[in-house]
């Protein structure tokens, strides 16, 4: 089936610091991808949807200039929380959208293992 | 506004049961549904979906769900569980957007334990 990858799969950082996670479709190509963040022993809450080429759309409550998405290419897109703090502390997955050329049902989301982001 | 509940956030079966596991969804139109599965630490793993056609939708693991458009309901059904089957479950409803992709909306979940 297809694979969604994720980089790192956890990450501890300081206060102030800012961190990337990458987010990889291994063997399809993604035109889009979408970022999710879970607290814990809560369900997955939409961050944001990025599309390959053209800027990220946030919904309701996310800071764009807080979570920067960049999608530059068909099998990656990645989240860079800026000026991490506490209160970022989470549980950060993202899924892929197959483009459609692979054979698989189009528009079937496929999510990466995740990324455990503690701030301290 | 679309939504999806889950009415049971824990359930405990013992190994060999059979297991249904609720969902309930609001949508204004005909609803794109799914259930996933997350073990501990890790992704979601596609277990079904109904978009149209038979209301009885058969998945992996010996999973099926049926839809219910009178009771705005997809519950999740396995007639004999395993004790790998301890997870925590989601509901999701696709609301289709522009571009022919689906925002997807969870419910809050329901975490599996089984007995031996």
């Known amino acids: 089936g297809a694979v969604v990858s994720q980089h790192p799969s956890r990450v501890i950082c300081k206060s102030g610091t800012s961190v990337k996670i990458e987010c990889r479709s291994l063997?399809?190509?993604?035109?889009?991808m979408f970022w999710y963040r879970q607290f814990p022993k809560k369900s997955l809450m939409l961050m944001a949807t990025s599309n390959e080429g053209s800027k990220a759309t946030y919904e309701q409550g996310v800071e764009k200039d807080k979570f920067l998405i960049n999608h530059a290419s068909l099998t990656l897109s990645t989240l860079t929380v800026t000026s991490a703090h506490p209160e970022d502390s989470s549980f950060y997955i993202c899924?892929?959208?197959?483009?459609?050329?692979?054979?698989?049902?189009?528009?079937?989301?496929?999510f990466g293992p995740g990324t455990r982001l503690t701030v301290l | 506004a679309q939504s999806v509940t889950q009415p049971d956030i824990h359930i405990t079966v013992s190994e060999g049961a059979s297991l249904e596991l609720r969902c309930n969804y609001s949508?204004?139109?005909?609803?794109?549904l799914f259930w996933y599965v997350q073990s501990p630490g890790q992704g979601l793993q596609l277990l079904l979906k109904?978009?149209?056609?038979?209301?009885l939708v058969q998945g992996i693991k010996g999973f099926e769900a049926e839809f219910k458009r009178s009771q705005s309901s997809f519950n999740l059904r396995k007639p004999s569980v395993h004790w790998s089957d301890a997870a925590e479950y989601f509901c999701?409803?696709?609301?289709?957007?522009?571009?022919?992709?689906?925002?997807?909306?969870f419910g809050a979940g329901t975490r599996l334990a089984v007995h031996p």
């Open positions: 899924s892929a959208r197959d483009r459609g050329t692979s054979g698989r049902a189009v528009g079937e989301q496929f």
């Open positions: 109904y978009f149209s056609g038979d209301t």
């Open positions: 063997d399809f190509q993604a035109t889009t």
């Open positions: 999701a409803v696709g609301h289709l957007l522009s571009g022919g992709y689906n925002k997807l909306i």
């Open positions: 949508y204004g139109a005909t609803p794109y």
